[in-house]
């Protein structure tokens, strides 16, 4: 990757970089099988050493005979890919589907006005890639998302605009567009995921582009795969241990960022350390700082050691999260939810109408259980009366190109934002809208995602 190889051999910046990942093999390794009797469960305390296993093990959400149950029900799931494969119980839920957490990348999204404002080429890849980093804080949440039902879709009115839609059920394929006068943001959303026993690897199947309007610049992203761990016995935890890829399409230059995995005893954890290059692969600016906390950087010289005279700056930091949330949410998951961030006329099919959301947030968990299941129920019931008819679900406001696009973990078929839904919102009107200052008042919520296919 350039010349901060040579650092490795000589210590320095570079070298501290990957100091962990010696611990991460041991840490990755703590099974308490005899202990338990639990074949092929492994349970990592991220604060503790390889002996706190078995104590580790006994603590979490799920009580022993839940914990029991589960297992059980799980256990012929290892080595699958259970994206969509297994009906969860509500109680591992959250209060917001998985077309509201694509949304929560737009926190920060000040951060793509300034790399559309910034005459620096190396400086917007700063930017730009310290936007990527930023979301992360959120991911760490151990709360499950809804699934989206096909058709669902989630709107976003600020902090860039976002319109969001779920575009397939089989596999799980979900679609988002954002824009404001500085960028244009575009994704298609696949996730493929491995079942381990107790933890899970997530695989980010998707294509993520961001266009700086200014000068045209074409930013494409490729995360880190994430590590969900002890999802039965002991507490849930997130790692995103990996490379982090931002390449600018347009110029050649790039930015690969490491999140180093965590060792014992928490070593290492959050941390991200790399450089922006040129696109002759020389470093140009040294990157570090922790996707929990915040993000800093100093121009570098050939060698990726700091040049003399200059000091670390920091380009981001997280806002701050409201106490002893139930679900550690942030305050801008909360406002995901209200009605403050969506259009005053709001499509029926808009996430923050989902009964069983809806319901989970109200903290009625028997009402969220059984609207849940009569949401995949009659999925299922729509998708067998499709195949029947032979009838196709064509999503209304993304078009399924003929792209087919290679991605680390897999090919991914492509969607494109087509516009339509620009012009009917421009032309809406009560009789195919939701009137959002009047939904506080419905006690049952408006939800419909039927015909929502051209």
């Keep these: 990757m350039g010349s901060p190889d040579t650092n490795q051999k000589k210590g320095g910046f570079f070298a501290a970089m990957t100091s962990g990942l010696s611990m991460f093999s041991n840490a990755m390794h703590r099974s308490v099988n005899g202990l338990l009797g639990y ?9 503790g050493g390889k002996e706190d296993a078995e104590e580790e093990a006994q603590r979490g959400r799920w009580k022993q005979e839940e ?4 297992w059980k029900m799980m256990q012929k799931y290892i080595g699958s890919d259970v994206t ?3 009906t969860l119980p509500v109680l591992i839920f959250e209060p917001m589907t998985m077309l509201q957490k694509m949304a929560e990348l737009m926190e920060y999204s000040y951060l793509l006005d300034q790399a559309d404002k910034c005459e620096d080429p190396y400086m917007r890849m700063v930017y730009a890639s310290s936007w990527a980093v930023s979301v992360y804080f959120a991911y760490q949440r ?109 110029t050649g230059d790039k930015v690969v960022l490491y999140f180093q995995p965590c060792g014992w005893f928490g070593a290492n954890r959050y941390e991200v350390d790399g450089y922006v290059y040129n696109a002759d692969e020389e470093p140009k600016i040294l990157m570090t700082g922790k996707w929990s906390e915040s993000m800093s950087y100093q121009p570098c010289d050939l060698e990726g050691e700091p040049l003399p005279g200059t000091e670390m ?51 009625d968990l028997s009402k969220a259980g059984a609207a849940k299941s009569s949401l995949e129920e009659r999925q299922r019931a729509e998708k067998r009366n499709r195949e029947a008819k032979g009838d196709q679900f064509n999503p209304k406001w993304f078009d399924q190109t003929e792209e ?24 809406i009107d009560s009789s195919d809208a939701v009137d959002t200052g009047d939904v506080q008042s419905i006690e049952f919520c408006p939800w419909q995602y039927a015909n929502l296919s051209e």
């Design 142 to 250: 151990t709360w499950k998302p809804f699934n989206p039902i096909l058709g669902e879709t989630y709107e976003m009115v600020n902090h860039g605009g976002l319109h969001s839609s779920q575009s397939s059920h089989h596999p799980p394929m979900s679609a988002g567009h954002a824009e404001n006068e500085h960028f244009t943001y575009d994704v298609t959303s696949k996730l493929r995921t491995k079942f381990l026993g107790n933890s899970l690897d997530v695989y980010p199947v998707g294509r993520t582009r961001v266009t700086l309007k200014r000068d045209g610049i074409v930013l494409d992203l490729v995360p880190p795969p994430t590590k969900v761990n002890n999802l039965i016995f002991g507490r849930t935890w997130v790692d995103s241990p990996g490379e982090m890829i931002m390449s600018n399409m347009t």
């Design 313 to 363: 700056k920091e380009v981001w930091r997280v806002a701050t999260a409201p106490p002893n949330d139930k679900f550690q949410f942030t305050y801008f998951a909360h406002k995901l939810n209200s009605f403050d961030t969506a259009p005053k006329k709001l499509l029926p099919s808009d996430s923050r109408l989902r009964p069983d959301r809806w319901a989970l947030e109200k903290g």
């Design 67 to 70: 914990r029991d149950s589960y």
């Design 39 to 47: 074949e092929g469960v492994e349970v990592i305390n991220p604060e």
């Design 404 to 427: 087919v696009v290679p991605t680390p973990w897999g090919d991914l078929e492509l969607y494109r934002f087509n516009g339509k839904y620009i012009d009917h919102r421009n032309s």
């Design 84 to 86: 969509s494969m297994v």
